[in-house]
């Protein structure tokens, strides 16, 4: 019995198949941008008509001039991160043109205008707005892999240790208000180096955690449910803490204290998972701040207008020297603003006086838009915090997923010292309200951090390369016995 074999070829093509990766979301983000001029070109005219029953003059300029900020910042990201995060941006916009609508309505202020120091604050933030514009475009060309940063990572603690020292340096540094944390530059005013120095710090943290979380996470015993570290490993964090220590001592400044540590700490528990961490700094942080307002004045009336805002209230009006009545006069605003507001334009919050429009701002918001508005303000920082986050659990590498926590970390601690300050929930710590306040080097610092974000988020949305065609699967021959 024979049987002969005969070929049959069937031929079998192959085609590329590419990763599929996430949308750009390019018009996305166009589409709130529009959103996110509109609503503050509004708000301009609300002000304009609820002061003077008529429609700003600047009103076409203004919306131009943000519209022109936003649309810039939008083309960039568009053609070099094309697959950011599409929230960031117009979130951020929204808040600065926001805070801009406020800061113009203070300037309008009579009582403000009557103070032999007032100078018009909007021009100026308009102004530091182009400048944090103009750093966020930088970072988002310049920086075309934000894994390049983790090469730096020493050298970003020596800067970081150079900006926070500045303010120390004599003929250098200001004194304002009690707190040593602005440098003089003859021709652009002051600044606040610690705005730039928590970027700079947060590379640093991400690349030492990177390379040590391991050892870091190792416990050596567990006490009442939690996996102690070994006393070798505490040496990060007590470094740390140290540091802020002395800041609190020699700048008397609380917040930028707590916002240095506190961000590393968060950072050090993302990489360990260890709880302990955690509870470690929080009685260091507790421990410091006691010891250094046993015998640091400033520090000390800074708490005893926390705990009682009226007898501060009451000295200010005694005249005795050092006491001020602008934690009693947010209190009211808040109170008199009520659920909704007394609208735009018709409060009264000009009365806390020349920090109305930087530490104290969201007292005007919580004034003239309510608890709503403050909240909708709120709401507005915790998706910028979330779109952070997300970004972090989608980088695929480690450096990038510690950078983009540290950063949303740092963010979400300053929204929280100052509006817990303003509202009486912790004491006062003299920082800025991103975007939203007055203040130069808060608006090119976070605009530039939200810059950063989203170079790790196109990094971590991307799609995937496709795959090389295989040249050998090109063609494959089936033979079938007949």
Same mark, same amino acid.
């Given at each position: 019995?024979? #049987?002969?074999?005969?070929?049959?070829?069937?031929?079998?093509?192959?085609?590329?198949?590419?990763?599929? *990766?996430?949308?750009?979301?390019?018009?996305?983000?166009?589409?709130?941008?529009?959103?996110?001029?509109?609503?503050?070109?509004?708000?301009?005219?609300?002000? *304009?008509?609820?002061?003077?029953?008529?429609?700003?003059?600047?009103?076409?300029?203004?919306?131009?001039?943000?519209? $022109?900020?936003?649309?810039?910042?939008?083309?960039?990201?568009?053609?070099?991160?094309?697959?950011?995060?599409?929230?960031? $941006?117009?979130?951020?916009? $929204?808040?600065?043109?926001? @805070?801009?609508?406020?800061?113009?309505?203070?300037? /309008? #202020? %009579?009582? =403000? /205008?009557?103070?032999?120091?007032?100078?018009?604050?909007?021009?100026?933030?308009?102004?530091?707005?182009?400048?944090?514009?103009?750093?966020?475009?930088?970072?988002?060309?310049?920086?075309?892999?934000?894994?390049?940063? /983790?090469?730096?990572?020493?050298?970003?603690?020596?800067?970081? =240790?150079?900006?926070?020292?500045?303010?120390?340096?004599?003929?250098?540094?200001?004194?304002?208000?009690?707190?040593?944390?602005?440098?003089?530059?003859?021709?652009?005013?002051?600044?606040?180096? *610690?705005?730039?120095?928590?970027?700079?710090?947060?590379?640093?943290?991400?690349?030492?955690?990177?390379?040590?979380?391991?050892?870091?996470?190792?416990?050596?015993?567990?006490?009442?449910?939690?996996?102690?570290?070994?006393?070798?490993?505490?040496?990060?964090?007590?470094?740390?803490?140290?540091?802020?220590? =002395?800041?609190?001592?020699?700048?008397?400044?609380?917040?930028?204290?707590?916002?240095?540590?506190?961000?590393?700490?968060?950072?050090?528990?993302?990489?360990?998972?260890?709880?302990?961490?955690?509870?470690?700094?929080?009685?260091?942080?507790?421990?410091?701040?006691? @010891?250094?307002?046993?015998?640091?004045?400033?520090?000390?009336?800074?708490?005893?207008?926390?705990?009682?805002?009226?007898?501060?209230?009451?000295?200010?009006?005694?005249?005795?020297?050092?006491?001020?009545?602008?934690?009693?006069?947010? $209190?009211?605003?808040?109170?008199?603003?009520?659920?909704?507001?007394?609208?735009?334009?018709?409060?009264? #919050?000009?009365?806390?006086?020349?920090?109305?429009?930087?530490?104290?701002?969201?007292?005007?918001?919580?004034?003239? =838009?309510?608890?709503?508005?403050?909240?909708?303000?709120?709401?507005?920082?915790?998706?910028?915090?979330?779109?952070?986050?997300?970004?972090?659990?989608?980088?695929?590498?480690?450096?990038?997923?510690?950078?983009?926590?540290?950063?949303?970390?740092?963010?979400?601690?300053?929204?929280?010292?100052?509006?817990? @300050?303003?509202?009486?929930?912790?004491?006062?710590?003299?920082?800025?309200?991103?975007?939203?306040?007055? @203040?130069?080097?808060?608006?090119?610092?976070?605009?530039?951090?939200?810059?950063?974000?989203?170079?790790?988020?196109?990094?971590?949305?991307?799609?995937?390369?496709?795959?090389?065609?295989?040249?050998?699967? %090109?063609?494959?021959?089936?033979?079938?016995?007949?």
């Amino acid at each position: 019995m024979s #049987s002969t074999n005969t070929s049959h070829s069937a031929t079998h093509h192959t085609s590329t198949i590419g990763a599929i *990766g996430a949308p750009s979301r390019r018009n996305t983000e166009l589409a709130l941008l529009a959103f996110a001029v509109v609503i503050p070109v509004f708000a301009y005219a609300n002000v *304009g008509l609820a002061i003077n029953d008529s429609v700003p003059p600047g009103l076409l300029s203004y919306g131009l001039g943000l519209g $022109l900020l936003a649309g810039v910042g939008h083309l960039v990201v568009r053609k070099f991160a094309p697959y950011a995060d599409p929230l960031m $941006l117009p979130l951020a916009t $929204l808040l600065n043109g926001l @805070g801009l609508v406020v800061i113009w309505r203070l300037d /309008q #202020s %009579e009582k =403000l /205008q009557a103070s032999r120091t007032f100078v018009e604050a909007a021009p100026r933030q308009l102004m530091y707005s182009a400048l944090g514009v103009a750093f966020f475009v930088a970072v988002i060309i310049f920086l075309k892999d934000h894994r390049v940063l /983790q090469r730096y990572t020493y050298i970003s603690m020596a800067g970081a =240790l150079l900006l926070l020292v500045l303010p120390l340096v004599p003929g250098l540094g200001k004194n304002v208000f009690g707190a040593r944390i602005w440098i003089q530059i003859p021709g652009l005013g002051t600044i606040q180096p *610690g705005e730039f120095a928590k970027i700079v710090l947060a590379v640093f943290f991400a690349g030492y955690l990177m390379v040590k979380r391991d050892a870091l996470a190792l416990a050596s015993r567990r006490f009442m449910g939690l996996y102690l570290p070994r006393g070798r490993d505490l040496g990060p964090i007590i470094v740390v803490w140290a540091i802020s220590i =002395l800041i609190l001592v020699f700048e008397t400044d609380l917040g930028t204290s707590l916002l240095f540590f506190g961000m590393f700490v968060i950072m050090l528990y993302v990489a360990t998972e260890r709880t302990s961490w955690i509870v470690f700094g929080l009685l260091m942080s507790a421990a410091g701040a006691v @010891g250094v307002a046993s015998f640091e004045t400033h520090v000390q009336q800074r708490v005893q207008a926390w705990l009682d805002p009226m007898n501060e209230f009451k000295l200010s009006r005694q005249g005795v020297l050092g006491h001020t009545e602008q934690s009693m006069q947010a $209190l009211w605003a808040f109170g008199s603003g009520g659920t909704l507001g007394t609208g735009l334009g018709q409060g009264n #919050s000009d009365l806390i006086g020349f920090a109305a429009n930087s530490d104290f701002i969201l007292a005007t918001f919580g004034e003239e =838009l309510g608890l709503a508005g403050v909240m909708a303000i709120l709401l507005l920082y915790g998706l910028i915090i979330e779109r952070g986050v997300r970004t972090a659990l989608a980088a695929r590498d480690p450096f990038g997923k510690l950078l983009a926590i540290g950063l949303s970390g740092a963010f979400g601690l300053q929204v929280f010292v100052v509006a817990g @300050g303003v509202m009486g929930l912790i004491p006062l710590t003299g920082m800025t309200l991103p975007f939203v306040a007055y @203040g130069g080097s808060s608006v090119i610092a976070n605009w530039a951090l939200i810059g950063i974000l989203l170079r790790i988020s196109d990094t971590a949305r991307r799609p995937a390369p496709a795959p090389a065609a295989n040249p050998d699967a %090109e063609m494959t021959q089936v033979v079938r016995p007949s």
